[in-house]
């Protein structure tokens, strides 16, 4: 069985703030971690993700996260917020290899909003 | 064409009638998902299959079924449908994961808003 929690359903920065969205995530194998962000009246789209390999994992627009296997932790930080930045987001888990694959389990969501 | 393809992109509908909503795709995967998202809660899974003679229920399969035509094919039917069931549905695919699979992931359709009233 796999969950996902993610610490805060709204966070709120000032535009050029660092963003922190938390991720923990639970696992009985090695996991596939996801990040997916959705605009308003969007579908997802894959922000980055976590297989095998590097622990930090850098995606697109300026944003990555590191898998810290000690601490169950996929964590999404971009170092300068951009009004641009304000959509909803999504951390999912999915067993890895030696799991064989499941589906994807997402976490409840967190509404992130850039201020000026 | 988009890899995942929704139909339709809207709908709305009464109480107690019956509708499918259905889900094609060009990616060769074997996995394909429905999921269902709500304000609050995220995306949550409906039914998923990991090949044509494979369905398997998801944490939210009461009142729902499935039917996979084929490989590029899943579509899901809500029997009688209830105010619930009001969502934003999305279908998606994936492939098996291997190693070494640095493309390894989920492809989701642009989703159907579905409103039951």
């Known amino acids: 069985a796999q969950s996902v929690t993610q610490l805060g359903s709204h966070v709120s920065v000032s535009e050029g703030a660092l963003v922190l969205l938390r991720c923990n995530y639970s696992s009985s194998v090695p996991p596939y971690l996801f990040w997916y962000v959705q605009y308003p009246n969007q579908g997802l789209q894959l922000l980055l993700k976590?297989?095998?390999?590097?622990?930090l994992v850098k995606g697109i627009n300026g944003f990555e996260a590191e898998f810290k296997k000690s601490e169950t932790s996929f964590h999404l930080t971009k170092p300068s917020a951009h009004m641009s930045d304000a959509a909803e987001y999504f951390c999912a888990v999915s067993e890895g290899l030696t799991g064989g694959g499941n589906k994807l389990t997402f976490g409840t969501g967190t509404q992130l909003k850039v201020e000026l | 064409d988009a890899d995942v393809t929704q139909t339709p992109r809207n709908r709305i509908t009464k109480t107690g009638k019956r509708i499918m909503l259905e889900c094609s795709q060009t990616k060769g995967h074997d996995r394909m998902y429905w999921y269902r998202q709500d304000p609050g809660l995220g995306l949550r899974l409906i039914y998923y299959?990991?090949?044509?003679?494979?369905?398997n229920k998801g944490e939210i399969s009461d009142g729902y079924s499935v039917s996979r035509q084929a490989q590029a094919k899943f579509s899901l039917s809500l029997e009688s449908a209830i105010p619930n069931q009001t969502a934003l549905y999305f279908c998606?695919?994936?492939?098996?994961?291997?190693?070494?699979?640095?493309?390894?992931?989920?492809?989701f359709g642009s989703g159907t808003r579905l409103t039951v009233v």
């Open positions: 976590y297989t095998t390999g590097a622990t």
């Open positions: 299959s990991f090949d044509v003679k494979d369905i």
């Open positions: 998606a695919t994936s492939d098996v994961p291997g190693q070494g699979q640095d493309n390894y992931g989920y492809t």
